[in-house]
């Protein structure tokens, strides 16, 4: 293996996004597969329609985004677990399409902070966020792949940008209803 490969380091580009390294991209691809590998073994099947084997693909480009909205948020990621935030208090959209929208589900949470991060390894960006509750409107609801894949795909501009020095105040998408602060 090139040794200068393994040596290339994550960097931010701007506050929003970021360049990860060798390293952090296959510690987040590994993390795409693990989670894949495990829903596997348990008979998991892939939710919303997604084909089975699409399913490698939607794990380690969600892994991958993650990776990059932990790093950008100044945050740990561990991988995730199955219905907890993805990132601290955080549910991430990851997509490779720079023209996708945030694609929200019926049962995902109102009250959650949802982040859409485009982007194909090894650049990433956070382009945007909102509550659940504002992206479940009737007028996202809609099929654009016309596969049988309903969900609410919220534009861009009815989106919040990210605020300006959130690594320095991550309370600044704290949940609505959240009365205590986290460390």
Same mark, same amino acid.
């Given at each position: =293996?090139?040794?200068?490969?393994?040596?290339?380091?994550?960097?931010?580009?701007? +506050?929003? @996004?970021?360049?990860?390294?060798?390293?952090?991209?296959?510690?987040?691809?590994?993390?795409?597969?693990? !989670?894949?590998?495990?829903?596997?073994? !348990?008979?998991?099947?892939?939710?919303?329609?997604?084909?089975?084997?699409?399913?490698?693909?939607?794990?380690?480009?969600?892994?991958?985004? +993650?990776?990059?909205?932990?790093?950008?948020?100044?945050?740990?990621? @561990?991988?995730?677990? =199955? !219905?907890?935030?993805?990132?601290?208090?955080?549910?991430?959209?990851?997509?490779?399409?720079?023209?996708?929208?945030?694609?929200?589900?019926?049962?995902?949470?109102?009250?959650?902070?949802?982040?859409?991060?485009?982007?194909?390894? *090894?650049?990433?960006?956070?382009?945007?966020?909102?509550?659940?509750?504002?992206?479940?409107?009737? +007028?996202?609801?809609?099929?654009?792949?016309?596969?049988? !894949?309903?969900?609410?795909?919220? *534009?861009?501009?009815?989106?919040?940008?990210? *605020?300006?020095?959130?690594?320095?105040?991550?309370?600044?998408?704290?949940? *609505?209803?959240? @009365?205590?602060? +986290?460390?």
């Amino acid at each position: =293996m090139d040794a200068a490969l393994v040596l290339t380091a994550t960097e931010f580009i701007d +506050e929003w @996004s970021v360049r990860l390294g060798y390293n952090d991209m296959q510690h987040a691809a590994a993390g795409g597969i693990t !989670r894949n590998c495990e829903n596997v073994v !348990r008979g998991v099947k892939d939710k919303h329609g997604c084909d089975p084997l699409d399913g490698w693909n939607q794990h380690v480009v969600g892994a991958l985004g +993650e990776s990059a909205a932990a790093m950008c948020l100044d945050r740990y990621w @561990s991988i995730g677990k =199955m !219905r907890a935030p993805d990132v601290w208090k955080y549910q991430v959209r990851s997509t490779t399409n720079t023209t996708n929208r945030l694609m929200l589900h019926k049962e995902d949470n109102g009250t959650d902070a949802f982040i859409l991060v485009i982007g194909q390894g *090894p650049v990433f960006r956070l382009v945007g966020w909102l509550y659940g509750h504002e992206g479940k409107k009737p +007028e996202y609801w809609c099929d654009p792949t016309k596969q049988g !894949r309903h969900a609410f795909f919220v *534009p861009r501009e009815a989106m919040r940008p990210m *605020p300006d020095r959130l690594r320095a105040r991550p309370d600044l998408l704290s949940a *609505p209803n959240s @009365s205590k602060k +986290e460390a």
